[in-house]
């Protein structure tokens, strides 16, 4: 009898081996769980973000069951809408997760401001404009995505808005629109010829003939300088560390010949009299027949000119008889979650972020905003389209996306405008990219 207990005792033993060595990978899990995790790191490069796809859930998705009070930041245009989706997300979530959300009118702009200035009193979860995704990162404002959040989010959405949210290769936060670029609003009363719309010297010679005026914001503002730039075949690409905010590399040709080809170009619309330094398509009440701007000034401009709004891509520009598309940057909003120092805390909040950048959301968000899904199942729907939508969609096949950039480089970048503005000929041109040079170069140390 004792050798019989003796052998059942180790036939026992072997089986708990067996079952410990099956789950020692290091793989973090994609599933909800309530085992410690990076979230209370002080370096938001190394926290990671819990929670993953709801088809995941397995016998896991009671440990979240309970009520959280959390504060959340959308733009004003969306808070109604947003407070109604954190509903639907209590009724139909099955983690039993019950989300008690204080909703908070914040944009954009100021909560990447708000947050990088004091984390601990900002938004748990907060809509940001993606050019501000390596302060967030610095500031510790948002942690890596766990596997499975980081696989459904690279599979739902297109693939500029994933990189978007990506720094040193891991995820940092949830797309939720695919619209921020710019293109080209006029009016059809005053731009009446359509094959004048390829051409920004035509553009130029209708706006003068009418006494009206060409609205791009050019003299300080870096993001639709480029236009020119990328148009005559530059480029600006950056490489970072591993850590998302460190730059290694700057691969850049702003001032190289094809440099000189983009100030000729930016110096012909610049000289012109009915160039007008803005972007905002109130412009239209005040004497523009054309503004560069984007998605979200298509219903102020509609409200301004009614049946005679038009939207279309960017023109060409011609210099020694070749033309040159102007480019432009496409970007789009991101949805940041704050690391949190409980562990279920932050994997509820992830499984909320996956709910409101998911396609149902998106698609209502659309209705209600016109905002551009980033959801490939969304942009596949024949509902989704504004003339806007379709001209930013147009304008896409000669835009970069937008890639993290610091911001002295916005800042000395805008000078070029100015300096091409008051150069005489091609020396002034060439002494405006050597200071731009200079300038990037400093930038490096």
Not at 73 to 78: F, I, L, R, T
Not at 119 to 143: P, T
Request: proline content about 3%; glycine content about 10%.
């Amino acid at each position: 009898m004792k050798a019989r207990k003796f052998t059942a005792l180790l036939l026992a033993l072997v089986m708990l081996l067996a079952l410990c060595a099956c789950g020692s990978g290091t793989e973090q899990s994609s599933e909800p769980s309530t085992q410690p995790t990076q979230q209370g790191s002080s370096s938001g490069s190394d926290n990671e973000q819990t929670g993953g796809d709801s088809e995941q859930q397995g016998d896991t998705g009671s440990e979240l069951a309970g009520t959280y009070d959390v504060t959340v930041w959308v733009p004003e245009a969306a808070v109604e809408l947003t407070k109604t989706q954190i509903g639907n997300f209590n009724s139909s979530n099955e983690y039993g997760i019950t989300i008690n959300a204080t909703v908070e009118p914040v944009s954009e702009a100021d909560a990447a401001n708000n947050m990088i200035t004091d984390v601990a009193a900002g938004g748990d979860i907060f809509f940001f404009a993606q050019d501000q995704l390596s302060r967030m990162i610095q500031a510790g404002a948002v942690g890596k995505l766990g596997q499975g959040a980081a696989e459904t989010v690279t599979a739902n959405n297109d693939a500029g808005t994933v990189m978007a949210a990506t720094a040193g290769g891991d995820l940092y936060a949830y797309p939720l629109t695919s619209d921020n670029g710019y293109f080209m609003y006029y009016d059809k009363s005053v731009i009446t010829d359509e094959s004048h719309l390829g051409s920004m010297e035509a553009l130029i010679a209708d706006c003068e003939a009418a006494g009206k005026l060409f609205s791009f914001q050019l003299d300080d503002n870096a993001w639709y300088l480029v236009s020119f730039f990328f148009g005559a075949g530059c480029h600006n690409e950056w490489t970072y560390a591993e850590d998302g905010t460190t730059i290694e590399k700057i691969d850049d040709d702003f001032n190289s010949p094809n440099g000189i080809i983009a100030c000729k170009g930016l110096k012909k619309l610049l000289s012109s009299p009915a160039y007008n330094n803005s972007s905002d398509v109130s412009a239209f009440a005040n004497g523009s027949a054309i503004v560069v701007s984007g998605t979200w000034g298509y219903k102020d401009a509609l409200d301004i000119l009614g049946d005679n709004l038009g939207a279309a891509e960017l023109p060409s520009f011609e210099v020694d008889g070749q033309t040159y598309h102007l480019g432009s940057y496409s970007g789009c909003k991101l949805l940041g979650v704050k690391p949190q120092e409980d562990a279920k805390t932050g994997a509820a909040l992830n499984q909320l972020a996956l709910y409101l950048t998911g396609k149902d959301c998106q698609m209502e968000r659309f209705q209600e905003t016109t905002w551009g899904p980033s959801n490939l199942e969304a942009q596949a729907d024949p509902s989704v389209s504004t003339p806007a939508l379709v001209a930013y969609a147009a304008q896409s096949a000669y835009a970069v996306p937008q890639p993290v950039i610091p911001g002295g480089w916005w800042e000395f970048t805008q000078v070029i405008a100015i300096d091409v503005k008051n150069a005489a000929d091609e020396t002034g041109y060439q002494a405006a990219l050597d200071k731009y040079q200079q300038s990037l170069d400093a930038l490096m140390g």
